[in-house]
């Protein structure tokens, strides 16, 4: 499915992995990623960021995002495979992943823009999603008469976000009060190392 949205390229394949590779590698990443808690400080006052992450990638990658710098840990095998299958499919040469974990409906990533420099002048984002389904909504940062868009991301599907995307759309997965399963996602990008 391709969502012919007015400033973006966004693609969502719905079946990129199979039931059988979704559970596989959900306990995988679950288990085998050095998950952290950050800490982030807003107006004065320091909250925990809601959810765990992780970051992997090309030797010496770092990547910064509200003021939280993070160094790569080595791809492991599971993920780097992953990556391989990302990059076919997109036909792409992704250099690191961020990978969240929303351990319930309380955990969230509020409205954002992946637009850090050192993602380049057109980022370009593939989110794979594992366990529970949850809602990724986006919004037009200038022409607010446009509607919300909400995509439900269900385990095993990649959405590619590319061109003038993050220039003109926020994106966030907001907190549900319905019941939902853990889930991880995993943005693979590409880092400039020279910025
Ligand atoms: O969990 C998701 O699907 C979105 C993740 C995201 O927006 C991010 O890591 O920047």
Same mark, same amino acid.
């Given at each position: 499915?391709? &969502? ?21 590698? #959900? ?10 808690? =950050? &800490?982030?400080?807003?107006? %004065? ?35 780097? &495979? ?19 974990? #929303?351990?319930?409906?309380? =955990? ?5 823009? =992946? ?15 594992? %366990? ?23 385990? %095993? ?5 590319? %061109?003038?995307?993050?220039? #003109? ?23 400039? &190392?020279?910025?």
């Amino acid at each position: 499915m391709l &969502q012919h949205l007015p400033n973006a390229d966004i693609s969502h394949v719905p079946n990129f992995l199979s039931p059988k590779e979704c559970e596989t590698l #959900y306990q995988t990443f679950l288990s085998k990623s050095i998950w952290r808690q =950050d &800490q982030i400080t807003l107006f %004065g006052k320091t909250h925990e960021v809601p959810r765990l992450t992780a970051f992997y990638g090309e030797k010496e990658a770092t990547y910064t995002y509200s003021r939280i710098e993070m160094q790569a840990h080595s791809w492991f095998d599971e993920l780097l &495979q992953l990556k391989q299958k990302v990059d076919v499919e997109c036909e792409s040469k992704f250099t690191s992943c961020l990978l969240n974990l #929303y351990k319930s409906g309380k =955990d969230s990533n509020g409205w954002h823009q =992946d637009n850090e420099k050192e993602l380049g002048v057109n980022p370009e984002i593939a989110s794979v999603s594992l %366990g529970g389904t949850r809602l990724f909504k986006l919004k037009h940062i200038t022409r607010k008469n446009l509607q919300t868009i909400t995509i439900p991301l269900e385990a %095993g599907s990649l959405l590619l976000m590319k %061109g003038e995307t993050q220039h #003109y759309w926020k994106h966030c997965i907001p907190k549900t009060k319905k019941p939902v399963s853990p889930r991880i996602n995993l943005t693979f990008r590409k880092i400039l &190392q020279s910025v």
